[in-house]
């Protein structure tokens, strides 16, 4: 492996860790299970793949500064992926209310990407008794009873 390449890899691995970090703080506790962490990476980095240069080095910037910003914030003074769950918690309402936009804009990417992954698990279909195919055909059922739209 090249000199460039393991550090692109080492990027995207600490990418996937500081997400899947905040992913275990954003979704309920009683949904994200161990075994989903790289099912949720999977999703995240093929989402953050497709998006511009510009984004992906976002999206990496942002990551690392959550990352190292709890390095100097009390109480943990500790890098926020090695926080435990109640301090990764805490430093992300702390960002979701920032006075800083871009702090705030990082969160809703996270909550949203976080979001994506999890209901994109089709254990977390079967447990909410969630069938799209079915809610599909129901609600072009409904559009064609109601609006009179010819949806196929």
Known sequence: ??????????????????????????????????????????????????????????????????????????????????????GRTETLTRWSSSTLSIKRELMKGLIGLSMLGYYADARVFAALEYEPEQHKADMIRYRKDHYDLSIS
Not at 8 to 24: H, K, L
Not at 39 to 49: D, L, Q, T
Not at 72 to 86: D, E, G, H, K, M
């Open 1 to 86: 492996m090249s000199g460039s390449s393991a550090v692109v890899s080492r990027t995207v691995q600490r990418r996937g860790a500081i997400f899947w970090a905040a992913c275990e703080a954003i979704i309920p506790s009683s949904g994200v299970t161990p075994d989903q962490r790289e099912f949720m990476i999977g999703i995240f980095h093929r989402i953050v793949n497709e998006t511009s240069p510009l984004v992906r080095w976002s999206l990496t910037v942002g990551l690392v500064a959550l990352e190292y910003s709890s390095l100097f914030t009390p109480p943990r003074f500790a890098r926020f992926s090695q926080q435990p769950l109640a």
